[in-house]
């Protein structure tokens, strides 16, 4: 479990797939991120179980309320070598549509961008969004991600689209640096 100073990310559970399904039936949610709406409490089960899953995928929480309000994971490169992963990874994050402008994005975000390279060793952590996807882009500009390249015809299979992506960087050095600037506060 990861704490911020209005937030807990912790392991998702089979107990929270009506709290998922409440959220991620929105079609303001997922489309934007590349997934469809969820149609039924039970596809949601099986998204806990089979995509949730990572080993560093959490749940969003606000504190003092164990409902999960949205996820966010370090998707390793090879998740299932835990010993041997590169130390690249790939930050991913959604967030239920009631809790949007809250901030609660840029905290959880920060708080896993500290976690991948103090507790697990990453020297580099990937970030995207597709094109359109502007409060996807606000939350990685407020954390310090920048831009590296765009990817033209990137292939959205569970859309059945084929779209393009912009793809940012944050370094440890320069994770660093900016922590050190804003007085830990990255």
């Known amino acids: ?16 797939a009506d709290s998922l399904f409440e959220y991620a039936k929105d079609p303001e949610v997922g489309p934007i991120a590349g ?11 099986d998204v806990i179980r089979n995509v949730l899953n990572g080993r ?83 939350v990685q500009e407020k954390i310090g991600f920048v831009y590296h390249h765009t990817r033209e015809k990137v292939s959205v299979p569970l859309m059945k689209e084929v779209r393009t992506e912009h793809r940012n960087i944050m370094t440890k050095e320069r994770w660093i640096m900016e922590r050190e600037k804003n007085c830990g506060k990255v």
């Open 1 to 16: 479990m990861l704490e911020t100073e209005r937030l807990l990310l912790r392991k998702w559970t089979e107990e929270d």
């Open 35 to 45: 997934w469809p709406p969820h149609r039924s409490r039970e596809e949601s089960l």
């Open 56 to 138: 560093e995928c959490y749940a969003i929480c606000e504190k003092g309320n164990p409902k999960a309000i949205g996820a966010i994971e370090l998707i390793l490169n090879r998740h299932n070598d835990t010993e041997n992963h590169d130390e690249e990874c790939e930050l991913g994050y959604w967030l239920g549509k009631p809790f949007w402008g809250r901030g609660y994005m840029p905290e959880a975000a920060r708080e896993m961008i500290r976690h991948g390279f103090e507790d697990l060793g990453m020297n580099t952590i990937w970030c995207g969004y597709f094109e359109g996807n502007q409060k996807s882009k606000r």
